[in-house]
């Protein structure tokens, strides 16, 4: 479809061209757009944009559950189980042979922009190494993993450590501060767009900014997280929710915001 825009864009370097044959310089208000004006966001210094949604404030679990198959093979929505402490939430203690407890959001999202912060462990195990140490992850849309691992002077599989795209993007740098300090991920998702008859149109794509350091510019995601094995997308809706993983690491989390991202 052939936007208004790009039919302005087309009369103005048509009209650049034919002034500057005569010699003349254009006018600078033929480049100038005016409409429509982006909305306007407040974005208070340390605080939350004024058109976030938080999903996290340091309250309470509202915004998300458990997700638990039952006998019958349907899912079931639970509450949330997660430990609340001093403004953070913390994933809680599991009894041998139970079940792992990832939250889910209540929300679903498409393209967002997320803010997060999280703080792993301290070691008191150091025979515990690599995968084990402060893991957990954010699923984006239910599947694509940013991992969340302390990797603080802690060497993993780099397709697996902090920041990556889980078994799929090796992060830029490693930016992790000790456990038991915070840290942020700012992360910018582009979800996959697939064609009405369900064949992948676009892959998902994905900025991640760890401590304030670029570690993930664009990156291509090739489909859902896989633990074995290569991904493929599968067909999925264009709005799912966040998963945050309990992989049994008592990883905390705080101050966690989306903006949906209108692209
Ligand atoms: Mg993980």
């Known amino acids: 479809m052939i936007s208004l825009r790009n039919c302005l864009l087309t009369l103005l370097v048509t009209g650049s061209v034919l002034f500057a044959q005569k010699g003349e310089l254009p006018d600078p208000k033929l480049t100038e757009f005016w409409t429509p004006q982006p909305p306007v966001v407040s974005s208070p210094e340390g605080g939350v944009p004024s058109d976030a949604i938080v999903l996290f404030d340091g309250t309470n679990l509202d915004e998300w559950r458990i997700a638990r198959d039952d006998d019958e093979g349907n899912v079931k929505m639970l509450p949330a189980n997660w430990v609340l402490e001093d403004g953070a939430m913390i994933v809680p203690p599991r009894a041998k042979g139970a079940k792992s407890s990832d939250i889910t959001s209540v929300q679903s999202f498409g393209d967002i922009q997320l803010h997060l912060e999280w703080r792993a462990p301290a070691v008191t195990d150091p025979s515990k190494v690599s995968q084990q140490r402060g893991n957990s992850g954010i699923f984006f849309m239910n599947r694509y993993e940013v991992q969340v691992l302390d990797c603080y002077q802690n060497e993993s599989y780099v397709n697996g450590m902090t920041a990556s795209i889980y078994k799929q993007q090796v992060p830029l740098a490693n930016v992790c501060r000790p456990p038991g300090e915070w840290q942020t991920y700012d992360i910018f998702f582009v979800a996959p767009k697939f064609d009405p008859d369900g064949t992948l149109r ?62």
């Not at 670029?214 to 966040?242: C, D, F, M, W």
């Open 202 to 263: 676009e892959k998902a794509h994905i900025t991640v900014v760890h401590n304030g350091v670029v570690v993930l510019l664009n990156a291509p995601i090739y489909g859902p997280t896989e633990y074995r094995g290569q991904p493929s997308y599968k067909y999925h809706t264009p709005r799912q929710p966040l998963r945050l993983q309990d992989h049994n690491n008592p990883v905390a989390y705080r101050n966690v915001w989306v903006r949906e991202l209108d692209l």
